[in-house]
């Protein structure tokens, strides 16, 4: 059993105000490049941005209206599962498959570790530096687990409850493509012998990681009200593919695919990968030991499992009417004076980009009106309610960048796939600039730190911030506390402030879970792919910020 360690007995979790994690010296050379530690460096102050209120004046009295944490894309993977395809990885220099990449990442057995890592730094999380008010709820943007199977889900869902947790899935010993007994040097082996990631990068051995990473440990539990949200790996396989028959079998069988089948053209073939994913799996194969749990999950049984999870609110958002209609978005009014919009932007049809369906683009008007004394509709007449206002924030799994996909192809085993046509990104956001209340938009799925505003280009409201947070899976590892204050001066300031969790920066430091959780930022840093020598930690506007806008008819 993995024990919970002590990094250095912090009694209070750090934001990024105050110290920032980077990298150090050079443990190892490689080839093509060095293997560093990690250290930590200054902290990085709020930048202020008045795109969307360039004339506000200084703040007067401040008073927070919400103030919560960001969790998105951990995407807990059963490394061990028949359904993953980390044999594409060897083509990352072929474009035509970049949309199906990556497949395999060199952390990935630990990212449950970093999860449980950022849920025990979220329990100890001070009060904002700005108001003084506690953090008190987190939402979940979806990409929470890999590969749509119920072993993840219930994986993620123990984390964030507490109590025991076992990351395991098969029979004994590892058996997936890390294990040492795979005599494949293609992927990273922390137990040795050398591969391509040492020889190439650098990488370090850490014998015995991968038995401890599969060992059962006591997950704290976040101990506040959270919410949830699906994304396109909780819909999809591998978060791209439908999960046909053939590949739902393939899930809880004995043979794992090592490769593609021999004369498979990959880049031709790129478009079954999502319609028919099996076919890459029938390649050359390897025994390993079937597990039903690896089942893939449907939409309703997504929506049952946050019913019967435990913890606050009941079904973490989801409704007995989520259930019903076998969908997976809504709204969370539990905030005085705000409303909470959480969308399902995941294609059933196909895809890793998203979209939502008519109806639910139908569905998204009736709540923002419902919130509005005075809004605009479609025409440009001005509708006037007589309903209380309230303050908007829309949550969903992509960003309006990335609602892209208008697949509109059949899953007989998510009904959604018949909410048709799919609305996109340009139409979805004239829309949201039809009501000024909305002022906020949180997102994940780009595993990138991004802030941008949205102005109304025809200048009817006073438009919103969108706000993306970087992944827990990949570097920088990071969640975002995000609070709504009211200046008192006729304007609103989001504050935006990355979290590092707690574990120290170097894993010599740490012990226990803090130890995998500290290996795993290692080891993210320096994947070659989406290291630290990636985007994915934008620039200082998209990471410590404080972004102002005009009060909705103020």
């Known amino acids: 059993m993995v024990t919970s360690g002590d990094p250095r007995a912090v009694t209070r979790a750090l934001t990024t105000l105050e110290r920032t994690i980077e990298p150090a010296a050079v443990l190892r050379t490689g080839t093509d490049g060095v293997y560093r530690r990690l250290r930590t460096g200054g902290g990085e102050p709020h930048v202020r941005r008045l795109d969307l209120a360039p004339d506000a004046g200084p703040p007067a009295e401040r008073r927070s209206l919400l103030h919560l944490l960001h969790l998105t894309d951990a995407q807990i993977v059963d490394v061990q599962s028949p359904v993953r395809f980390e044999f594409l990885d060897r083509h990352t220099d072929r474009e035509a498959l970049a949309p199906l990449l990556p497949t395999y990442r060199p952390h990935e057995s630990l990212q449950l570790h970093a999860l449980e890592a950022m849920i ?57 493509v890390q294990g040492s007994s795979w005599e ?3 992927y990273w082996r922390p137990d040795g012998p050398a591969d391509a990631y040492a020889e190439r990068w650098g990488f370090p051995s850490y014998p015995g990681l991968l038995a401890e990473a599969t060992e059962r440990f006591d997950a704290a539990g976040l101990e506040m009200p959270w919410l949830a949200c699906m994304g396109n790996h909780e819909g999809l396989v591998q978060g791209t593919s439908l999960p046909t028959e053939a590949v739902r079998s393939i899930a809880v069988g004995d043979r794992k695919a090592v490769a593609a089948p021999p004369g498979f053209d990959l880049e031709a073939n790129v478009d079954r990968f999502v319609s028919e994913p099996e076919a890459y799996l029938a390649g050359p194969s390897r025994a390993v030991t079937a597990d039903p749990d690896r089942r893939l999950f449907t939409r309703r049984a997504f929506v049952q499992a946050h019913l019967d999870a435990g913890g606050s609110p009941r079904g973490h958002g989801f409704t007995p009417e989520n259930l019903e209609r076998e969908t997976a978005y809504y709204v969370y009014d539990a905030v005085p004076g705000v409303r909470l919009v959480v969308l399902d932007t995941a294609n059933p049809g196909g895809f890793y980009e998203g979209s939502v369906g008519a109806k639910q683009s139908a569905w998204l008007e009736e709540r923002l009106a419902e919130v509005h004394a005075e809004h605009v509709d479609a025409a440009g007449d001005v509708i006037r309610t007589g309903n209380e206002d309230r303050l908007v924030v829309v949550f969903s799994h992509h960003g309006l960048e990335t609602l892209t996909n208008d697949l ?25 600039h039809r009501f000024p209340n909305l002022i906020l938009w949180v997102s994940g799925h780009t595993h990138e730190h991004h802030v941008i505003a949205r102005p109304d280009p025809r200048g009817r409201t006073g438009g919103f911030w969108e706000v993306s947070t970087g992944a827990i899976a990949d570097w920088p590892v990071q969640s975002r ?65 404080e972004l102002v806008v005009g009060v909705p008819n103020g």
């Open 120 to 176: 025990r730094t979220a329990r100890s999380l001070p009060p904002s530096q700005i108001s003084g008010a506690p953090v008190s709820l987190a939402v979940s943007t979806g990409d929470a687990i890999d590969n749509q199977q119920w072993n993840e889900l219930l994986w993620f869902l123990a984390v964030m409850r507490g109590g025991t947790v076992t990351p395991d899935s098969g029979g004994r010993g590892f058996e997936a």
């Open 184 to 186: 494949d040097p293609a």
């Open 408 to 432: 509109a192809r059949s899953n007989p085993f998510d009904p959604a796939a018949e909410d048709l046509p799919r609305v996109l990104g340009p139409a979805l956001r004239e829309v949201l």
């Open 481 to 545: 506390l995000v609070e709504l204050v009211d200046n008192g001066n006729g304007t609103l300031s989001v504050f935006a402030t990355l979290v590092d969790h707690s574990a120290p920066p170097d894993p010599t430091d740490a012990e226990g879970l803090w130890r995998l959780a500290s290996i795993h930022r290692e080891v993210a840093a320096n994947d070659p792919y989406s290291g630290t020598g990636s985007i994915a930690a934008g620039e200082p506007t998209d990471r410590n910020v």
